[in-house]
């Protein structure tokens, strides 16, 4: 069965500093990897996937991700974080073949300060 | 074009009363996929339909719970004989496709059970 694990509960950064959100997965074959965000009170909105291809991939927002086969990761980052970006963040994964069915890690809360 | 339309907004249910969820999918979408968030956890998937049938139903719980996805209208999350454990938010999303095509969530349900 695949999982996703989001070490990071809470991370506070100041506005205008560098990000990375961390998320490892575990699934035996290739997954089917995303982000989303959630504002309060808000659905999903979906960041970035991967799929297959290029292991960099660009998402909305000016937020990217690196998929990385070897450590089974795949994290995301922002050069220069907004106040605006303050949400909670969610990976997950889907399977080959099963890809509907998403398993979410359990959420980085991303706080920045001025 | 809307996105997935979620309703209503907020719920709220004496224990042994029943709740009933509705999603409309974005136009175009044949496949709805429900998702349960208890707080401070990550969305945990429930069930997936396509018009008229139920793909995968291994995230719901045996009894209580049943989901549909009628030819004509919206679909609809029932949950019968309400218990404390049933507070949460349920999300709703959807997409063109199964497989890898990405889910667009709406803005959930917040059900609160008195």
């Known amino acids: 069965a695949q999982s996703v694990t989001q070490p990071d509960i809470h991370i506070t950064v100041s506005e205008g500093a560098s990000l990375e959100l961390r998320c490892n997965y575990s699934y035996g074959a290739t997954p089917y990897l995303f982000w989303y965000v959630q504002s309060p009170g808000q659905g999903l909105q979906l960041l970035l996937k991967y799929f297959s291809g290029d292991t960099l991939v660009q998402g909305i927002k000016g937020f990217e991700a690196e998929f990385k086969r070897s450590q089974s990761s795949f994290n995301l980052r922002k050069p220069s974080v907004h106040w605006s970006d303050a949400a909670e963040y969610f990976c997950?994964?889907?399977?080959?073949?099963?890809?509907?069915?998403?398993?979410f890690g359990t959420g980085t809360r991303l706080q920045v300060t001025l | 074009n809307a996105g997935v339309m979620q309703n209503p907004r907020h719920l709220v249910r004496r224990r042994g009363q029943e709740a009933r969820l509705r999603c409309s999918p974005m136009?175009?979408?044949?496949?709805v996929y429900w998702y349960r968030q208890l707080p401070e956890e990550g969305l945990k998937f429930m069930v997936y339909?396509?018009?008229?049938?139920?793909?995968?139903e291994s995230g719901m719980p045996k009894e209580r719970f049943s989901a549909e996805f009628p030819k004509e209208g919206p679909s609809i999350l029932r949950i019968q004989q309400v218990v404390r454990g049933d507070s949460a938010a349920y999300f709703c999303?959807?997409?063109?496709?199964?497989?890898?095509?990405?889910?667009?969530f709406g803005d959930g349900t917040r059900l609160s059970i008195l």
């Open positions: 339909l396509q018009k008229e049938n139920i793909i995968d």
């Open positions: 999303a959807s997409s063109p496709g199964g497989g890898n095509q990405p889910q667009h």
């Open positions: 136009k175009g979408h044949s496949h």
């Open positions: 997950a994964v889907g399977a080959l073949g099963t890809a509907s069915k998403l398993t």
